[in-house]
Each structure stands twice: as structure tokens, then as C-alpha cells.
């Protein structure tokens, strides 16, 4: 789409004075633009940080979940049928799926179970076509399906890296592919990436893990843009959701010997998730003040941000 064109002043090195100063005026004319424009935003996005805008309506709505047979993607399913929404659950384990989708009927919205690894781009796009065919457009894509896998890099097995980094970037990228087309076709729509704290804040007991929710945060970042760039940026919404540790499974409860801040419920972490989707939330960090830390922390030289670590987090303390 983009080219770039050889310059025809090539290897002309010289620039006018006048040139500079013009650059440089521009520059802070810009600056001073994105200050006028951007204080109004800044004060509206403090007040919501101490009054919330209210919750999108939801009900009647399809979503779809990946990896929502067990832990978060379950506890997701439940909270958004809670909220009158249909749920299609797409699993690697189609029994647990199916029993998501018992649970849901429950509460009385349809469910529908699909065994799909997410890692597969065929897969991924035979999903889109019987989803579309069988149950119709999806309004919320939450990629959720994830390896939650810590290791050094040294114990970590080829293949087990490949397998973090097909499940836990490559699906993000195959399921927006193939449903973003027909958000772009209804002009609505909203696309929801659980990444982790990790892709903050790298986990030195977690090297490809880590990675990968980097990769997922850049992934959701460029989208957003280019929703943007497209004029969609108001009808197809995006949240990146970055969540410390939750204690969706026996193994994650163990790793961390002594933490020195609480593991997060499964179901809470899947309401504030779920209420920051629909408050149109583009990065929901939790607990919030962990990405505040984050951010602080590294305008600070290397050494400093590691004394934070051994001080503050220590995380070091593991059972492995
Ligand atoms: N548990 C945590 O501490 C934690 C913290 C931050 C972020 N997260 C993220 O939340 C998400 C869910 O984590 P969880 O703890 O609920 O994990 P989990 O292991 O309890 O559940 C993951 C689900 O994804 C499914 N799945 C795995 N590979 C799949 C594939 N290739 N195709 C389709 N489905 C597949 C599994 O069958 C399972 O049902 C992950 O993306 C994880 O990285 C977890």
C-alpha cells in the first residue's frame, strides 16, 4: 500500500539555516497543538479514574471467547451471560467447552461449543465461515485461549516455545483477521486481547511466556492504530487487558512461594474485565496501580527499576 520512494535530493547533505528553524518551529507549533487538544482528554480521563462512565448495554449481543472451556475464558463466559449476552465458547478441549456452555443455558442465553485450536489459521478461518453460517455476526471477540507456561529459557523445550508462541500470539492475530472483516462490513464491533502483566513487566521465570504477552500488547497497540487510520476507531472498540497472576489453576497458586501482593479471583478479575470492556477500557491493567508502577518505574535507570524488583515485588522467591 505504502511505498517509498528513492528522494531525489539523495546525497545532497547540506541543509539551510532557514530550513532548521522553520522544522524546529513547526515542531513546537505541533507541540503546543497536542497540549491545547490533549489537556481537555486528560482531565476527562482523570475524573473517570474516580467516576466511572457507565457500562455499554450488552444484552442480546454475540461473544465470542477462546479458551473459554476452563479458568479466566469460563469465568468470562458466565459474567457476560450474566449480562444477557450469547456466548460462543471455542476450545481445544471440546468437553470442557461443552461444559461452559451448560453452565450458560443456565442462565438462560444461547451457548455454543466449538472445538477449534486457535493456534491454526485453517481452523481459525473454518470457525469464522460456521459461526457466520450457524449463529450469525460475533459483537465481542475476546481472545483468551492462552499457554500459561513458566519456565528459564534454558528448561524451555523447543517445542514448548513454539507451542506459547503459536497459541499465545499467533491466534490473536488469526481469529481478528478472519472476524474483523465483517465488524468492518456492520461497522461495530469490539476486540478484547488477555494479555498479563508479563507484557509490561518482563517475568524472568517466564523468558517465552513473557514474550509472547509483549507480543500481544504490540498486537493490540498496532490495531488500535489502524482502526484509527481506517475511521473505525469509533465503531470498532479494542481493550488489552493486562491482568497480575489469578489463581485460575492449582499450579499458578504454587509457583509463587511467598507473593508479596495477592493473587486475583478468577471471577472478579473476569467482572472488572468484563466492566472494563464495556466502558470502552483500551488498556485495562489489574490491579490499575501495577501499570502506574510499571510506567513509573521505568523512566528510572536499570539499576534502579531492578532494586524495585528485590525491595518491592519480590517475586523471587518461587517453589520451583
Ligand atoms: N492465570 C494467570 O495468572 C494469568 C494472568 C494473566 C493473564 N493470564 C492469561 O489469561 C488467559 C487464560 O488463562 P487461564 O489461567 O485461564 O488458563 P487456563 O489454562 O486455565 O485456560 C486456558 C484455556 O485455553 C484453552 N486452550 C489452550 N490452548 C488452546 C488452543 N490452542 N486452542 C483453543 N483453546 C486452547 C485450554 O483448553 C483452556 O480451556 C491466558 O491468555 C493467560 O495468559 C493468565
Redesign the pocket.
Known amino acids: 500500500m505504502f511505498r517509498v520512494e528513492a528522494d531525489a535530493t539523495e546525497g545532497s547533505t547540506k541543509v539551510s539555516p532557514i530550513r532548521v528553524f522553520l522544522d524546529v518551529l513547526f515542531v513546537l507549533i505541533d507541540i503546543v497543538k497536542v497540549i491545547w487538544y490533549g489537556l481537555p482528554i486528560l482531565v476527562i480521563h482523570i475524573f473517570r479514574k474516580f467516576v466511572p462512565s457507565k457500562l455499554k448495554e450488552v444484552s442480546g449481543q454475540t461473544v465470542l471467547i ?8 469460563r469465568a468470562l463466559a458466565l459474567d457476560f451471560a450474566s449480562r444477557g449476552c450469547n456466548v460462543i465458547v ?4 471440546l468437553a ?1 467447552a461443552e461444559r461452559t456452555c451448560a453452565e450458560l443455558k443456565r442462565k438462560r442465553v444461547a451457548a455454543y461449543a466449538y472445538r ?4 491454526s489459521y485453517e481452523q481459525v478461518e473454518a470457525l469464522s465461515d460456521n459461526v457466520h453460517k450457524n449463529v450469525g455476526p460475533v459483537d465481542i471477540l475476546v481472545n ?5 507456561y513458566f519456565d528459564f529459557l534454558h528448561n524451555t523445550s523447543v517445542s514448548m516455545a513454539n507451542r506459547t508462541i503459536d ?2 500470539i499467533k ?1 490473536h492475530v488469526w481469529t481478528t483477521k478472519v472476524f474483523l472483516e465483517k465488524m468492518m462490513e456492520r461497522k461495530r464491533g469490539h476486540i478484547v486481547g ?4 508479563s507484557g509490561m513487566y518482563a517475568f524472568p521465570w517466564a523468558v517465552v511466556y513473557s514474550t509472547s ?1 509483549y507480543a500481544v500488547n504490540g498486537f493490540m497497540a498496532a490495531i488500535t492504530e489502524q482502526l484509527r487510520l481506517q475511521g473505525y476507531g469509533d465503531q470498532i472498540q479494542t481493550t488489552c487487558v493486562c ?4 489463581a ?2 492449582n499450579d ?1 497458586v504454587d509457583f509463587l512461594k511467598k507473593p508479596r501482593f495477592k493473587l486475583l479471583t478468577t471471577e472478579r478479575t473476569a467482572r472488572v474485565i468484563v466492566e472494563g470492556i464495556l466502558r470502552n477500557e483500551v488498556i485495562l491493567a489489574i490491579p490499575p496501580f501495577f501499570d502506574l508502577g510499571v510506567r513509573i518505574m521505568q523512566l528510572f535507570p536499570v539499576k534502579i527499576q531492578q532494586l524495585v524488583r528485590d525491595y518491592i515485588i519480590r517475586e523471587y522467591e518461587l517453589n520451583s
Not at 90 to 93: A, K, L, Q, Y
Not at 243 to 246: D, G, Q, V
Open positions: 477462546t479458551g473459554g472451556g476452563n479458568g479466566l475464558g471455542v476450545d481445544i478441549d470442557a477449534v485450536d486457535v493456534s483468551n485461549a492462552g499457554l500459561v497459541i499465545n491466534s488477555i494479555s498479563s502483566m504477552k491482568p497480575y497472576y489469578i485460575t489453576r499458578i
